[in-house]
């Protein structure tokens, strides 16, 4: 029913899909982080 062979075998597509969606997220707090610190027209 289960195969390991498969499972094992699909382990480091799902490796290199985790380290993309965690290298986006990081960039998207950098850029995030990076224009906060741009100084704008703030009106309070």
Known sequence: MFNVDYFLEALPIMGK???GIFIVTGAIILI???LNKLPGNKEE
């Open 17 to 19: 899909g985790m380290l």
């Open 32 to 34: 995030v982080m990076l």
